[in-house]
T-cell receptor, first 111, second 115 residues
Framework: ELKVEQNPLFLSMQEGKNYTIYCNYSTTSDRLYWYRQDPGKSLESLFVLLSNGAVKQEGRLMASLDTKARLSTLHITAAVHDLSATYFCAVFGAGSYQLTFGKGTKLSVIP | KAGVTQTPRYLIKTRGQQVTLSCSPISGHRSVSWYQQTPGQGLQFLFEYFSETQRNKGNFPGRFSGRQFSNSRSEMNVSTLELGDSALYLC??????????????FGPGTRLTVL
């Protein structure tokens, strides 16, 4: 059974600082997704990572995938308050045809 | 371009009843996927439909079913409702579906409460 672990689950950071959210998964996969959810809102798709070494960047967010280590990172550069949200990673299990989500990282950026 | 719409937005049902939720994807999108979000279990994948065929399925009992029509609109049905089915149900549409470099666009969700 595919397990997806995100850490930290809660992150409070000051504006202007850098930080990284980690997403570990337990079985082989080459498809990983990152999503953002604002309080009381729906999900917003951020990145789709499809191969080992894939790196994608959008604004202050950069996501990478290491399939050998079964690890994806979401790096936040010079955080701003608008980035406050819950971030989820989700992994598509090879052969299982299921998408499994992490528990989410609640990010609070303090001015 | 209109976004993904879900109807109804809010629904209250009692145990044992059944419910049908609807999702209209962005025009031209052929994939619709469904998700359940609860405080206890978090986000869980229900299923994905592509061109009227169920392509992927999560670990949910047979009470949860879905279908997709030729215009790509999708419905999700839950029969014999249980208290634990109370959740936010999200659908997402995309052009090519899960597993490719394809952005998913989410609807606002349907909040189901089972009493």
């Amino acid at each position: 059974e595919l397990k997806v672990e995100q850490n930290p689950l809660f992150l409070s950071m000051q504006e202007g600082k850098n930080y990284t959210i980690y997403c570990n998964y337990s079985t082989t996969s080459d498809r990983l997704y990152w999503y953002r959810q604002d309080p009381g809102k729906s999900l917003e798709s951020l990145f789709v990572l499809l191969s080992n070494g894939a790196v994608k960047q959008e604004g202050r967010l950069m996501a990478s995938l290491d399939t050998k280590a079964r690890l994806s990172t979401l790096h936040i550069t010079a955080a701003v308050h608008d980035l406050s949200a819950t971030y989820f990673c989700a992994v598509f299990g090879a052969g299982s045809y299921q998408l499994t989500f992490g528990k989410g990282t609640k990010l609070s950026v303090i001015p | 371009k209109a976004g993904v719409t879900q109807t109804p937005r809010y629904l209250i049902k009692t145990r044992g009843q059944q419910v049908t939720l609807s999702c209209s994807p962005i025009s031209g999108h052929r994939s619709v996927s469904w998700y359940q979000q609860t405080p206890g279990q978090g986000l869980q994948f229900l299923f994905e439909y592509f061109s009227e065929t169920q392509r992927n399925k999560g670990n949910f009992p047979g009470r949860f079913s879905g279908r997709q029509f030729s215009n790509s609109r999708s419905e999700m049905n839950v029969s014999t409702l249980e208290l634990g089915d109370s959740a936010l149900y999200l659908c997402a549409s995309s052009l090519l579906g899960l597993g490719v470099t394809d952005t998913q666009y989410f609807g606002p969700g349907t909040r189901l409460t089972v009493l």
